[in-house]
């Protein structure tokens, strides 16, 4: 297992824009298919974006298609996650997650490595 580290946590107003990281500390996720997951207080955790090792494919739930990109940097070993026209739901604590396959799922069980979390707030 390898751990995994988000950066970029924020207080931002309603429609601003804020950009998360996730990383292994020493270490790449290149070799890697990388989602995001959020859980906001008294919910699930859900399911937000993901893209697969190579890059070439990237899935996103309803709710934020057109607004969030996902993206990678293999040279760097790091995964991005984009969120332009933040909306107060979108408050949540934001998880990175990775599977060692180019397979991406949107199912959080099928995901070994995650990291801590990093808090995302959207308030006027």
């Known amino acids: 297992q390898v751990q995994l580290l988000e950066s970029g946590p924020g207080l931002v107003k309603p429609s601003q824009t804020l950009s998360l990281t996730c990383t292994v500390p020493g270490g790449s996720l290149r070799y890697f298919s990388v989602a995001w997951f959020r859980q906001a207080p008294g919910k699930e955790r859900d399911f937000v974006a993901g893209i697969t090792w190579r890059g070439a494919n990237t899935n996103y739930t309803d709710s934020v298609k057109g607004r969030f990109t996902c993206s990678r940097d293999n040279t760097m070993g790091t995964v991005y996650l984009q969120m332009n026209d933040l909306k107060p739901e979108d408050t949540a604590v934001y998880y990175c997650?990775?599977?060692?396959?180019?397979?991406?799922?949107?199912?959080?069980?099928?995901?070994?490595?995650w990291g801590q979390g990093t808090q995302v707030t959207v308030s006027s």
């Open positions: 997650a990775a599977r060692r396959t180019n397979v991406l799922s949107t199912t959080e069980e099928d995901y070994e490595n």
